[in-house]
Every structure is written in structure tokens, then in C-alpha cells.
């Protein structure tokens, strides 16, 4: 079974500090992997992806990937109140594998 | 901006009615997907489609689910029997190919209660 673990949280960071959320996942083959944010009742909302080993920047938002060690994180620098949402690690399995596998989410509350 | 579309928003059953959940994928994209998210758990994959046939589907998806896109626009996902576990969120996503750097993109969700 391919899984994606993330820390459900409550994650609780000041504002304007800096958020980091984690996932690891057991398929050694997945090529591609994806960050949503979801708030309550909605569906999910893709933030950023990755698919190269190290670092990708997107305005506040930094996604790092390791491969080797079957790691991917998001980092939210100068963290918002409208950041408080549940952040969502899903992967995109082996080659042929369309589907995206979800992690079990992290609630991230931010605090004025 | 074009956009994935459910519906209905919020869909009421009695236990072993049939449901049928509509959705809409954004035109010129090649591939759907069924995904549902039980309340408090995580969003599970239940079934792709590709070329008018099932490209794969999970373990949750038994003989009691069907997809099938009727017409150029319209994806359908059919439970013929429902039970009180299938109460849950569902997702309908589209993605235009399978390149890696394509986002499948989700419509808002139908809220499934089985009674």
C-alpha cells in the first residue's frame, strides 16, 4: 500500500513567522508531488508542485523535495491569518500511476 | 478561468437508493477522476478515466460504483445501492495529460448523506 504520512497537526504558528509542513511517502518511484490547500467544505486548491530534487520558490511559499530520503516540505514565510487552512501532501505514483495519493492533511492555524 | 463543476452541491439518499453525481471537467482536458473524502479523513482516489474506459480504480471502487461520460462535456459517478459509509464529500478532477507539471484540478465537491 503506497502511503503518503503527514502531521495532522494542529499546527499553530504566530503571523508573519515562518510555517513548515512535512511529508514522507513509501512509493520509491513517485514522480511528482503536490501541495493543495483545503479549507473546511471545500475542496482541494493546488498551491505549488515538484518533481526535481531541492528547492522551488512561489511568492511566500517554498516546496523542497528529497528524493533519497522520500521527503517533501512546504514552507510559508510571513504566515497569514488566511493561511490557517489544512494542507494537503499528495504524490503522484510510478510511472503508468495517474491517481494522486493523499496524506492525511495538516491543519495549520495561524494566530494574529 | 475554467473551472471543474459539480453538481448538485449537497445530494440527501435514503440507504440503498441510487445516486448519480454530476460533474463537468474543464473542456479540453483528456483525463477525470473520482476522488471522495470521508468527513475528518483523508481525499482517496476512487477511479481515472481515459478514452471513454476506466484507466484504473481503487479497491473502494466495487460493483457498486459506475462512471460513464455520456455525451462531450458530462462525467457521471453512479452508486446503485447506497450504504451509510458512502456518506463522504466527492471530488471530481480533470487534468489535461499526464506531464508532470500538469495540476488536475478539482470542482467544488458533492456532498453525499446517506440516511
Known amino acids: 500500500q503506497k502511503e503518503v504520512e503527514q502531521n495532522s497537526g494542529p499546527l499553530s504558528v504566530p503571523e508573519g513567522a515562518i510555517a513548515s509542513l512535512n511529508c514522507t511517502y513509501s512509493?520509491?518511484?513517485?514522480?511528482?508531488f503536490f501541495w493543495y490547500r483545503q479549507y473546511s467544505g471545500k475542496s482541494p486548491e493546488l498551491i505549488m508542485f515538484?518533481?526535481?530534487?531541492g528547492d522551488k520558490e512561489d511568492g511566500r511559499f517554498t516546496a523542497q523535495l528529497n528524493k533519497a530520503s522520500q521527503y517533501v516540505s512546504l514552507l510559508i514565510r510571513d504566515s497569514q491569518p488566511s493561511d490557517s487552512a489544512t494542507y494537503l501532501c499528495?504524490?503522484?505514483?510510478?510511472?503508468?500511476?495517474?491517481?494522486?495519493?493523499f496524506g492525511q492533511g495538516t491543519r495549520l492555524t495561524i494566530n494574529p | 478561468e475554467p473551472e471543474v463543476t459539480q453538481t448538485p452541491s449537497h445530494q440527501v439518499t435514503q440507504m440503498g437508493q441510487e445516486v448519480i453525481l454530476r460533474c463537468v471537467p474543464i473542456?479540453?482536458?483528456?483525463?477525470f477522476y473520482w476522488y471522495r473524502q470521508i468527513l475528518g479523513q483523508k481525499v482517496e482516489f476512487l477511479v481515472s478515466?481515459?478514452?471513454?474506459?476506466?484507466?484504473?480504480k481503487s479497491e473502494i471502487f466495487d460493483d457498486q460504483f459506475s462512471v460513464e461520460r455520456p455525451d462531450g462535456s458530462n462525467f457521471t459517478l453512479k452508486i446503485r445501492s447506497t450504504k451509510l459509509e458512502d456518506s463522504a464529500m466527492y471530488f471530481c478532477?480533470?487534468?489535461?495529460?499526464?506531464?508532470?507539471?500538469?495540476?488536475?484540478?478539482f470542482g467544488p465537491g458533492t456532498r453525499l448523506t446517506v440516511l
Open positions: 499528495a504524490v503522484r505514483g510510478s510511472q503508468g500511476a495517474q491517481k494522486l495519493v
Open positions: 512509493d520509491r518511484g513517485s514522480q511528482s
Open positions: 515538484i518533481y526535481s530534487n
Open positions: 473542456s479540453n482536458h483528456l483525463y
Open positions: 478515466f481515459y478514452n471513454n474506459e476506466i484507466s484504473e
Open positions: 478532477a480533470s487534468i489535461l495529460s499526464w506531464a508532470e507539471y500538469n495540476e488536475q484540478f
